[in-house]
């Protein structure tokens, strides 16, 4: 029997402080705490990111290790985000990565965020896993992403969004109608109560694999501007609920196109957006409609947290792929 692999991991790379301990592919602990003084900007305001990610980062390593009974001497390796993400906030993360790994004397291990959110899948619990190999769609704040997944080691991309991601389409929407950022579970709430085929909203045409999410924003906006205001808070919940309708029949669609295309019927859908209920539902549906097997990852693995980080560094130890402390951070890591 092989022996167990005891991994520290962190995730900083925008606007959540998390960090998990695995203990193989098992989550220990992964405490996420949410910045919350975003809020009122709509949005991420970088500074304030890393200010904050820096007065956290050490309470909740603490916390962290507490729930986890994990002592420090035996942690194996200490992984973490080295990007894509707002360079301020990966500084963090990484800055504190590379000082435990000199001062614990152990492997460092470097980790893409967007190979962690398809990885996430591989968590264990108690739901059945994907078979390689398998397409995954991001969808996040920051990104909309078709991949083909060959190993856990093997990505690439097939298309992502030309503009906006499906995460900043409900942001942006939801700050038109003057809902705290981030907009995506508020409209996702709004919208339980509402009819999705009330309202069409435009769906753009873009080819291959890729997506376009800022047409729909424009016509979102001029639909708002274009309504009383007494009108746009009687049907609030039909409004979000068409909105959320329209975004997720984008991401439905690409799902069967890319199927098609590649002839593949295992899909990991993961990031954020994930979360959608509503989203979640309609993939539900696809195994009946096209064949088409779909794995979403628990809620608390589909937004921004370190466990999904620990169990991209499972992977990369077994297969001794370490960092060197020279590495830096990468605002705009590649795939
Ligand atoms: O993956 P994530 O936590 O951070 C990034 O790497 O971007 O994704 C955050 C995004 C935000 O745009 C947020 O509005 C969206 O995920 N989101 C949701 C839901 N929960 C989070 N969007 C729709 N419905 C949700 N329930
Ligand atoms: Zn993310």
């Given at each position: 029997m092989?022996?167990?692999?005891?991994?520290?991991?962190?995730?900083?790379?925008?606007?959540?402080?998390?960090?998990?301990?695995l203990k193989n592919k098992v989550v220990l602990s992964n405490i996420v705490s949410s910045q919350k003084v975003h809020e009122i900007f709509g949005?991420?305001?970088?500074?304030?990111?890393?200010?904050?990610?820096?007065?956290?980062?050490?309470?909740?390593?603490?916390?962290?290790?507490?729930?986890?009974?994990v002592k420090l001497n035996q942690l194996h390796c200490v992984a973490y985000t080295?990007?894509?993400?707002?360079?301020?906030?990966?500084?963090?993360?990484?800055?504190?990565a590379k000082s435990i790994s000199i001062s614990l004397d152990i492997p460092l291990i470097e980790i893409n965020h967007m190979h962690a959110h398809i990885l996430s899948i591989f968590i264990e619990d108690n739901n059945t896993k994907p078979k390689f190999p398998f397409i995954a769609l991001t969808v996040s704040g920051g990104h909309t992403q078709l991949v083909l997944v060959k190993s856990a080691l093997d990505f690439k991309e097939l298309g992502s969004t030309l503009d906006d991601a499906a995460g900043e389409a409900f942001d942006k929407s939801g700050k038109i109608l003057g809902?705290?950022?981030?907009?995506?579970?508020?409209?996702?709430?709004?919208?339980?109560?509402?009819?999705?085929k009330k309202f069409i909203f435009t769906k753009p045409r873009v080819d291959n694999l890729n997506f376009s999410f800022s047409g729909l924003k424009t016509n979102f906006k001029n639909f708002i501007n274009n309504n009383s205001k007494e009108f746009v808070s009687k049907n609030i919940n039909d409004i979000c609920a068409s909105l959320q309708d329209t975004i997720?029949?984008?991401l439905i669609d690409k799902i069967i196109t890319a199927s098609k295309i590649h002839k593949i019927s295992e899909f990991v859908i993961c990031g954020g957006v994930s979360a959608n209920?509503?989203?979640?539902?309609?993939?539900?549906?696809?195994?009946?409609?096209?064949?088409?097997?779909?794995?979403?990852?628990?809620?608390?693995?589909?937004?921004?947290?370190?466990?999904?980080?620990?169990?991209?560094?499972?992977?990369?130890?077994?297969?001794?792929?370490?960092?060197?402390?020279?590495?830096?951070?990468?605002?705009?890591?590649?795939?």
């Open positions: 092989e022996d167990d692999i005891y991994i520290l991991a962190i995730e900083t790379s925008c606007d959540d402080t998390s960090v998990a301990i949005g991420v305001v970088p500074e304030l990111a890393s200010r904050e990610h820096d007065r956290l980062i050490i309470p909740v390593i603490k916390e962290s290790l507490k729930k986890s009974k080295r990007g894509p993400g707002l360079l301020g906030s990966l500084l963090v993360g990484t800055s504190f809902l705290d950022y981030p907009a995506g579970p508020k409209i996702d709430s709004i919208s339980k109560k509402g009819n999705p997720v029949q984008i209920s509503y989203l979640r539902n309609e993939l539900s549906k696809l195994k009946k409609s096209n064949s088409i097997n779909t794995y979403v990852p628990k809620l608390s693995y589909s937004t921004d947290n370190a466990a999904m980080i620990g169990i991209n560094a499972y992977y990369k130890y077994k297969k001794s792929i370490f960092g060197e402390l020279s590495d830096p951070s990468i605002s705009r890591y590649p795939l």
